[in-house]
């Protein structure tokens, strides 16, 4: 019997992040993408300017994806990737004149030490996606608003994901690309189900994401020092992947990128927190942002917030964007 964790699967309309217990199953082994096929992904780049055909050039900032080693998402969900062109062909749904505006919406109590910062978050998502991002009034956790349950394994309250994105989509502003709900609550979809990351509905534009169990004092380990910039990384981590799937972007299988898919923690743990050439041009051409402004308004982000590894990153693209822009 294995142990599925952060497994996304669809059904019509819905991508459910969970984990699962499941009996053992046969694949075929995934072989990463060579060059050419990372390439074709990307697409023809020749009718763009300059500066974005720099930016979706896969320089030595692009590690290729490698290998999946015998528990990774790869292994077990050998997925055909989503190159740009199968992206446009999706039809996916893109920000417009009157939605525009990324809402959070959260549930329960978020408490200081113990939790991300919500306007942190809220900022973040507001730099990464370029477009306006607010956080809405907390809505409390009661039982006339959301099913919940003691979980039998853990024995932490767990908040039915079907009542919220009831909830949600009766909430939803008329200016809002999507409304996505966040808590530091434990989430199931089903008493079936032992728990789930999150679930999203793409047509109702509505999702909910836990941060519960990002929290090593969930599973019982200690809080290290840096534990609030752990937490923060990768709150902030699932937050921009899942709000990026509302955009119809699928994992990636081409280089290391936040859009992996993630099968386990340290899998999660192991992504960067930005896009490969190939998911940067779909979300660029879905929104239309300025690549260099982007680049430095998150390399400010991370500095402050104490990412060196991706400010670091972010600053060898800038140099190189900058040059190109200057040729």
């Not at 990324?102 to 200081?112: D, I, R, T, V, W």
């Not at 434990?186 to 047509?203: E, H, I, K, M, T």
């Not at 936040?258 to 960067?272: F, I, K, T, Y």
Request: net charge positive; hydrophobic share 40%; glycine share 6%.
């Amino acid at each position: 019997m294995d142990e599925r964790l952060s497994f996304c699967w669809m059904k019509p309309g819905t991508v459910i992040l969970l984990l699962a217990l499941c009996w053992g199953w046969m694949a075929m082994a995934f072989e990463p993408p060579d060059a050419d096929a990372r390439l074709k992904a990307i697409g023809s780049t020749d009718e763009l300017p300059p500066l974005l055909r720099r930016a979706f050039t896969p320089d030595a900032d692009f590690r290729p994806i490698p290998g999946p080693g015998p528990n990774d998402w790869l292994t077990a969900h050998p997925e055909p990737g989503q190159t740009f062109s199968d992206f446009k062909r999706s039809l996916p749904n893109r920000p417009g004149s009157l939605r525009r505006v990324l809402y959070l919406q959260p549930l329960g109590e978020f408490p200081s030490q113990r939790s991300p910062s919500l306007e942190t978050l809220r900022e973040f998502a507001a730099i990464y996606f370029q477009m306006k991002a607010r956080a809405l009034p907390p809505t409390p956790v009661t039982n006339q608003t959301f099913t919940t349950r003691l979980n039998p394994y853990t024995r932490n309250r767990q908040i039915l994901t079907e009542d919220v994105l009831r909830f949600l989509t009766k909430q939803l502003p008329e200016d809002a690309f999507c409304l996505l709900a966040i808590t530091m609550e434990d989430l199931y979809p089903d008493p079936s189900w032992n728990f789930v990351f999150g679930q999203a509905s793409l047509r109702e534009r509505a999702g909910v994401y836990s941060f519960a169990r990002y929290d090593p004092a969930f599973s019982g380990e200690r809080r290290t020092r840096d534990y609030t910039s752990l937490l923060l990384r990768r709150s902030g981590k699932v937050l921009v992947h899942e709000t990026a799937h509302m955009f119809g972007l699928a994992h990636c299988i081409y280089f290391d990128c936040v859009m992996n898919g993630s099968n386990h923690l340290g899998e999660s743990d192991r992504r960067p927190l930005h896009l490969c050439p190939v998911c940067l041009r779909k979300l660029q051409w879905s929104i239309g942002f300025e690549v260099v402004k982007r680049y430095e308004a998150l390399r400010q982000f991370y500095r402050t917030a104490g990412f060196a590894d991706e400010e670091k990153w972010s600053r060898q693209r800038l140099d190189k964007l900058k040059a190109a822009a200057e040729e």
